[in-house]
């Protein structure tokens, strides 16, 4: 079955520590994964696809095939980096499947 | 990026009236549009998938004939939740897709729908 985990619902830090939220994924084909954020009163939005292996915001994520994992990392946080987390994951028909999310607090 | 608008943000209905949610998108052809539902403090969970032209295929759970999705256009789809109750009270969010935007979807800012 197709299944995104997010184990961690709140992930609370101090401003410049390192964030790791985490992400597992089941899929039993290749998957197509994601990172959405939704700040306070906004809409979803990307932060970045697993295919782009870019770093957005200084946020970075690495598909970890034999760990089935796509954890989404940022060495400093921000107290701007607050907010709600999705890992999602995409199928071949472009359904996304989203995780329970995770929220991030950077704390001052 | 492209965007995509919902109307209304927010809709307070009484018991047994049906609604209609909007979902447009304003600068691309939205080939398909997908619509979720997220409860509070829960993650969006897909309803349905839309593609333009064609019959709305749901997911398994989901009441086709309570939740009424049409997209008859290439730039809006429409759901409609009829004979509405208080457990259909939920935050409603579209997204969409198009040829040209390589499978990257993009969501609307979602219609909050409280029934009394």
């Known amino acids: 079955a197709q299944r995104v985990t997010q184990p961690e619902k709140l992930l609370s830090v101090f401003k410049g520590a390192p964030v790791e939220l985490k992400c597992n994924y089941s899929?039993?084909?290749?998957?197509?994964l994601f990172w959405y954020v939704q700040y306070s009163r906004q809409r979803l939005q990307l932060l970045l696809r697993h295919i782009s292996r870019e770093s957005i915001k200084g946020f970075t994520a690495d598909l970890n095939k034999g760990e089935t994992s796509f954890h989404l990392k940022k060495p400093f946080a921000q107290e701007e980096d607050s907010a709600m987390y999705y890992c999602?994951?995409?199928?071949?028909?472009?359904?996304?499947?989203f995780g329970s999310g995770t929220r991030l607090l950077v704390r001052p | 990026g492209a965007v995509v608008s919902q109307h209304p943000s927010w809709v307070i209905c009484k018991s047994g009236t049906s609604v209609k949610i909007e979902c447009r998108s304003l600068d691309f052809q939205a080939t398909t549009m997908f619509w979720y539902r997220q409860f509070p403090k829960q993650s969006l969970m897909l309803m349905a998938t839309s593609n333009e032209g064609s019959k709305a295929t749901y997911e398994q759970g989901v009441e086709k004939d309570k939740f009424l999705i049409n997209h008859a256009s290439l730039t809006l789809s429409t759901l409609t939740v009829t004979s509405a109750h208080p457990e259909d009270s939920s935050f409603y969010i579209c997204?969409?897709?198009?040829?040209?935007?390589?499978?990257?979807?993009?969501f609307g800012e979602g219609s909050r729908l409280t029934v009394l």
């Open positions: 899929y039993s084909g290749s998957p197509e």
């Open positions: 999602a994951l995409m199928d071949s028909s472009y359904k996304l499947i």
């Open positions: 997204s969409a897709t198009g040829t040209e935007l390589t499978g990257e979807l993009f």
